[in-house]
């Protein structure tokens, strides 16, 4: 066990919606990022927190947007849900310094219809 | 702009046998390397890293990567391999750890290992 933990671990909604995940940190570790995997496909970058702040974002829409806490949780919100923003949502947690490997959650999996 | 081949997308092997599974990198200045392994409906297992110094890493599991810089390259190998090791293989590169660091992974390999 990697000492992340995601919530809810399914989740079903209509297109349209607008939805909140959950990523509790390893403690210690400051820095959480957010992927999504779709079906069959590796990991997509969506963004990284560090110090409560976004300080690097992939290729996603401003309709993906994210929180860190001061305590390193984070919430990943997705408004106006697309067919296509289903898939596996995983969280990540690291120390900010770049020699370090990220540990990852087990992600939620996210079915819009 | 950073990327990652991974150019098997299953990868057979009996098991007891030698087992590798491919990955080539594309990055602007030195490379950061990972293998990550996914079970179903698990998220990713970290594996091994290279960040720096001796070219063969090892890793968790009995997992081993060989980085080759004029290759541009990080096999994945296990000199045995067992029914257990059969997963979802990921390649990941981050090549500018000083900003924002993101993991650039490959499509995965899926590893099947059969008695």
């Known amino acids: 066990e990697t000492g992340v933990t995601q919530s809810p671990t399914h989740l079903i909604k209509t297109r349209g919606q607008q939805v909140t995940l959950r990523c509790s940190s390893q403690?210690?570790?400051?820095?959480v990022s957010w992927y999504q995997q779709a079906l069959g496909q590796g990991p997509q970058f969506i963004f990284q927190?560090?110090?409560?702040?976004?300080?690097g974002r992939g290729n996603f829409p401003p309709r993906f947007s994210g929180l860190q806490f001061p305590n390193y949780s984070s919430e990943l919100n997705v408004n106006a849900l697309e067919l296509d923003d289903s898939a596996l949502y995983l969280c990540?947690?690291?120390?900010?310094?770049?020699?370090?490997?990220?540990?990852f959650g087990q992600g939620t999996r996210l079915t819009v219809v | 702009a950073q990327s990652v081949a991974q150019p098997e997308d299953q990868v057979n092997v009996a098991e007891g046998n030698p087992l590798t599974v491919k990955c080539t990198y594309s990055?602007?200045?030195?490379?950061?390397l990972f293998w990550y392994v996914q079970y179903p409906n698990r998220g990713l297992q970290f594996l091994l890293k290279?960040?720096?110094?001796?070219?063969l890493v090892k890793g968790s599991y009995g997992f081993e990567a060989e980085f080759n810089k004029s290759q541009t390259s990080f096999h994945l190998k296990k000199p045995s391999a067992l029914v257990s090791d059969s997963a979802l293989y990921f390649c990941?590169?981050?090549?500018?750890?000083?900003?924002?660091?993101?993991?650039?992974f490959g499509t995965g390999t899926r590893l099947q290992v059969t008695l």
């Open positions: 990540a947690s690291s120390f900010y310094t770049g020699s370090t490997e990220a540990f």
């Open positions: 403690s210690g570790h400051n820095t």
């Open positions: 927190y560090y110090r409560e702040e976004e300080n």
């Open positions: 990055v602007s200045g030195n490379p950061y």
């Open positions: 290279y960040i720096t110094g001796d070219n």
């Open positions: 990941a590169v981050r090549d500018n750890p000083g900003t924002a660091s993101k993991l650039t």
